[in-house]
T-cell receptor
Framework: GIQVEQSPPDLILQEGANSTLRCNFS?????LQWFHQNPWGQLINLFY???GTKQNGRLSATTVATERYSLLYISSSQTTDSGVYFC????????????FGTGTRLQVML | DAEITQSPRHKITETGRQVTLACHQTWNHNNMFWYRQDLGHGLRLIHY???????NKGEVSDGYSVSRSNTEDLPLTLESAASSQTSVYFCASSRDSNTGELFFGEGSRLTVL
């Protein structure tokens, strides 16, 4: 199956800083999603982005499918951005086959 | 607002007991999924369903079962709980089987003693 790798595994930022999280995948994908797991454990869908670029407030994501990676940008980070960011990918055409990366743990300090 | 809810949120049980975790969604999504999250393993798929009366095994289905009698509910049953099934369980749903965004419930923390 598809392999999904995320980097960096851990990231500590000062509030207001920008960051880029990376997700590499081993094969072409037709489904790529980013999630945020907050410190209380809740998993929130951030982006569905198998290709192209999307923006939602201070967050944006870009997937370059031909080069097999996706990037999540966080600008002007806030303490509420803390948590774990997961990407998940699929190349079988079925949502059930989403493979999750191991996540990037982000801590935003005051 | 439409949502996906899990119950119970926390449960402690003993080895060998049967346990059922409930999942209810009000989005009218056809697709529902159960994942478990463990340190070092990330999120792994247990079972999934594409509609009423449809159930399928995922990556780690041994010791678990699901049933889908209506669109809204996908209960997860541990037939005989084992300590290895101590985990956080997440239910999720999506509208489209091929490319739908996945939405998660709040999670259920299960401890098997």
């Amino acid at each position: 199956g598809i392999q999904v790798e995320q980097s960096p595994p851990d990231l500590i930022l000062q509030e207001g800083a920008n960051s880029t999280l990376r997700c590499n995948f081993s094969d072409s994908v037709n489904n790529l999603q980013w999630f945020h797991q907050n410190p209380w454990g809740q998993l929130i869908n951030l982006f569905y982005i198998p290709s192209g670029t999307k923006q939602n407030g201070r967050l944006s994501a870009t997937t370059v499918a031909t080069e097999r990676y996706s990037l999540l940008y966080i600008s002007s980070s806030q303490t509420t951005d803390s948590g774990v960011y997961f990407c998940a990918a699929d190349n079988t055409g079925t949502a059930s086959k989403l493979t999750f990366g191991t996540g990037t743990r982000l801590q935003v300090m005051l | 607002d439409a949502e996906i809810t899990q119950s119970p949120r926390h449960k402690i049980t003993e080895t060998g007991r049967q346990v059922t975790l409930a999942c209810h969604q009000t989005w009218n999504h056809n697709n529902m999924f159960w994942y478990r999250q463990d340190l070092g393993h990330g999120l792994r798929l247990i079972h999934y369903s594409y509609g009423v009366q449809d159930t399928n095994k995922g990556e780690v289905s041994d010791g678990y079962s699901v049933s889908r009698s209506n669109t809204e509910d996908l209960p997860l049953t541990l037939e005989s709980a084992a300590s290895s099934q101590t985990s956080v369980y997440f239910c999720a749903s999506s509208r489209d089987s091929n490319t739908g965004e996945l939405f998660f419930g709040e999670g259920s923390r299960l401890t098997v003693l």
